[in-house]
């Protein structure tokens, strides 16, 4: 059952699970919070693991945007406020991590350990989209609806695929679907987000998660990340897309456990 905490006027849904040392997870462009389901039972085994719906799309308002990462980081402030947490561990995936990120340089006081899963620094400095998302971005305006999301959702896993789980990620995204408007607006987050300059300053402990066939948010930001924040460390997942924590989501709760731990 969520609850709701409010970031200038709009209503971000929320909820908790487990208990133990708090862990923010931030999920990405697109996702609502069930985007986590794989992974969320065991990670609330060893955490009290608050997850929440970013504005624009599941139970969270969608205000006129575009968004900004800034903005985001602000909702993920409000939703630990709302949880009673003055700061936890802090764990985002894709466009959820640069907010992540924006949230551990903003308001470092609120982030004990970071965890980046798929993630970039943004900017000029960073390696762009892989080129097979940049024509899937451009095909998917011509195709029905449906077809686009099932290739994108593939897209997002590696090269060998369980139809099933397509299917599972398919359900759940057709049941959240975005207006074209809120995608957009959140979209603009990540094409706006540049940190490559500050990523010096992040003091906290990090953990920088990959696939190594991520097709969306290419691999090598992962490792310019680990050459820029000074206390980080870097584990890739072999064979797997962006969407790895679906793929391998097991080694994924075992890995973040050992690293809070």
Request: hydrophobic letters at 45%; proline letters at 7%; charged letters at 25%.
């Amino acid at each position: 059952m969520s609850s709701a905490a409010v970031a200038s006027g709009v209503r971000i849904a929320w909820e908790r699970r487990g208990e133990g040392a708090p862990l923010l997870l931030v999920h990405g462009l697109g996702y609502a919070r069930w985007g986590w389901e794989p992974v969320v039972d065991g990670l609330a085994a060893a955490h009290e693991v608050v997850l929440f719906d970013n504005r624009g799309i599941g139970e969270s308002d969608a205000p006129a945007g575009p968004y900004s990462t800034r903005v985001l980081a602000e909702d993920a402030a409000a939703v630990l406020d709302a949880a009673g947490h003055e700061r936890a561990h802090v764990l985002g995936t894709s466009l959820g991590g640069m907010v992540a990120l924006q949230l551990a340089l903003d308001r470092p006081e609120r982030v004990d350990r970071l965890i980046l899963a798929c993630t970039t620094p943004g900017g000029s400095s960073a390696a762009p989209m892989p080129e097979r998302t940049v024509q899937l971005m451009q095909e998917a305006a011509t195709l029905p609806p449906e077809v686009a999301l099932r290739r994108f959702v593939a897209n997002a896993l590696g090269p060998v695929q369980d139809q099933d789980l397509v299917d599972r990620i398919m359900e759940y995204r057709l049941a959240t679907a975005q207006p074209p408007a809120a995608w957009a607006a959140q979209a603009a987050a990540g094409v706006s987000f540049d940190v490559w300059d500050r990523l010096p300053e992040i003091s906290t402990r990090t953990l920088m998660l990959t696939g190594d066939e991520d097709g969306v948010v290419d691999p090598r930001n992962s490792e310019l990340l680990l050459e820029r924040i000074p206390d980080a460390r870097l584990d890739v997942f072999r064979e797997s897309g962006h969407l790895f924590f679906w793929e391998q989501p097991q080694r994924f709760v075992e890995v973040v456990t050992e690293f809070l731990r």
